[in-house]
């Protein structure tokens, strides 16, 4: 009987961890911790990460957006990222909503360049990046793009 209870034990602990292992692929490519990662892994600075932050008052976004400041190392200053997920069927009615997100932003800087970067299944956008922290985003956001194809 104790063998019996220690099989199932271990069978319930190897069940576990599989349910929660890092190694899994993503089914839902490119979800936050994908981007981060791949954000990341290209050298960019990150900090103050929060999921469902969004740069306009649209309660509808906050499940699929992520908020970060990033910069490249040798960049002064941190700057606004914000990214809105959508799966591939929501994609093309993502651009209006995503644009008046956009548009509130703007207004709220109206002296700043903002930049935006549409990646399906990705809709990106932030104020004052160089030019270099453009590329460096976008090449992080079509490899995170990438993250879970395949299963």
């Not at 602990?13 to 899994?24: D, N, P, R």
């Not at 997920?85 to 929501?90: A, N």
Request: hydrophobic share 40%.
């Amino acid at each position: 009987m104790t063998t019996r209870l220690a099989a199932l034990a271990l069978v319930g602990s190897v069940a576990l961890v599989g349910c929660y292992s890092t190694a899994e692929p993503s089914f839902h490519p490119g979800n936050s911790r994908d981007i981060l990662q791949a954000v990341m892994l290209r050298g960019i600075e990150v900090t103050d990460p929060v999921p469902g932050e969004t740069a306009c008052d649209d309660h509808d976004l906050v499940g699929n957006t992520l908020y970060f400041t990033a910069r490249l190392p040798g960049e002064a200053e941190y700057r606004d990222v914000f990214v809105h997920t959508y799966r591939e069927k929501w994609w093309d009615r993502s651009l209006e909503e995503v644009d008046d997100c956009q548009a509130v932003y703007q207004q709220s800087h109206p002296e700043a360049e903002v930049t935006r970067v549409d990646i399906p299944l990705y809709r990106v956008f932030g104020a004052d990046w160089s030019d270099e922290l453009a590329d460096e985003l976008t090449r992080a956001l079509e490899e995170a793009s990438e993250a879970g194809k395949g299963v």
